[in-house]
């Protein structure tokens, strides 16, 4: 779900703003998941707009507050997640780590790297979701050293049906400053898109959830 409808659109209106939403229904972006999509989202982007990493590192630290997920730890999930999750924990003062999409195969053979405790209560911070397999594999990988998972924050979610799933069936609250939908909003609004790309992009979505 989203945080604030408010939050929603601004958070929106900022990701293309500095064009970290490509849109190309010509050729289309290859994900990690291998999906061919029309839209790409590149929210490392952000990093390089101080202003535009403060607004997001705040409503991240807002929703934490709000949801009464009073976390002992942070931690991110690589690499998107990272430095987003790195702003987060700095801001809260609490301890960080972040998590691999694999175990290393050399030295001492970490997925989670810094510090965790059993029972620790930790919130989880994502850059995006798209099928939600990689971020999910981190949530498992920090159940397994023994973490309370209580919550996954990220700044954007394509909101297809298979992550939606994925969440509810691993047990695992997601919360994202914006999604798809307030996007193509904010887009056709702001004229980034014409009509014509809005089916474009509804009918992608559409798709995806068919198969």
């Known amino acids: 779900m989203i945080y604030n409808k408010d939050v929603a659109l601004k958070t929106a209106e900022l990701l293309l703003k500095i064009k970290a939403v ?3 229904p010509k050729d289309p972006f ?8 029309p839209i ?7 990093l390089s707009y101080p202003e535009i990493r403060t607004f997001l590192r705040q409503h991240f630290v807002r929703a934490i507050a709000e949801n009464h997920f009073s976390p002992e730890a942070i931690s991110g999930v690589a690499t998107g997640g990272i430095s987003q999750g790195v702003l987060v924990a700095q801001e809260l003062g609490l301890p960080f780590s972040y998590v691999r999409t694999g ?11 810094g510090e965790v405790r059993e029972g620790q209560r930790i919130v989880v911070i994502e850059d995006l979701i798209s099928t939600g397999g990689s971020s999910l594999g981190a949530v498992e990988a920090l159940r397994a050293a023994g973490c309370n998972i209580k919550g996954m924050l990220a700044i954007f979610t394509y909101d297809l049906p298979v992550a939606q799933k994925a969440f509810r ?4 609250q997601l919360i994202t400053l914006t999604d798809y939908d307030h ?8 004229g980034y898109i014409d009509t014509d790309g809005v089916q474009v992009l509804q009918d992608f979505r559409k798709s995806l ?3």
């Open 30 to 37: 290859t994900w990690a998941s291998g999906i061919k999509s």
């Open 103 to 113: 175990k290393k195969d050399h030295g001492l053979l970490n997925q989670v790297e």
């Open 183 to 190: 996007l193509i909003q904010k887009a056709l609004e702001v």
């Open 40 to 46: 790409y989202c590149d929210n490392r982007i952000t």
């Open 169 to 172: 069936e691993a047990d695992c």
């Open 209 to 211: 959830g068919q198969q």
């Open 22 to 24: 490509k849109l190309n």
